[in-house]
């Protein structure tokens, strides 16, 4: 699962752009480690060294898990029937 604004605000927390950050998140999720990507993959990420990889991992597996969080906790109020409009926001 990638969203764009995960994208952009890695993008923003690592100092690259928004097309390093997807091409990164794609190997990742194929399998690819970070130490392999820094050093076989660098013409794909545009040059992101290690430690933006390494951050970039970790960010997105933060965000991932928090939108999983709040996708949960959204089922559960709306099962009770106390989904507001302002609470889907």
Same mark, same amino acid.
């Given at each position: 699962m990638m969203n764009d604004s995960f994208c952009r605000i890695?993008?923003?927390?690592?100092?690259?752009n928004a097309g390093q950050v997807e091409a990164a998140v #794609?190997?990742?999720?194929e399998g690819n480690t970070v130490p392999f990507i820094a050093r076989y993959?660098? !013409?794909i990420t545009g040059g992101l060294d290690d430690?933006?990889?390494?951050?970039l991992e970790t960010r997105l597996g933060y965000l991932r898990e928090l939108e999983? #969080?709040?996708?949960?906790?959204?089922?559960?109020?709306?099962?009770q029937g106390?989904?507001?409009? !302002?609470?889907?926001?």
């Open positions: 890695i993008a923003g927390e690592i100092q690259a #794609r190997l990742l999720d993959r660098k !013409e430690t933006q990889l390494r951050n999983d #969080r709040r996708q949960a906790i959204l089922k559960s109020i709306s099962e106390k989904l507001t409009d !302002e609470l889907a926001i």
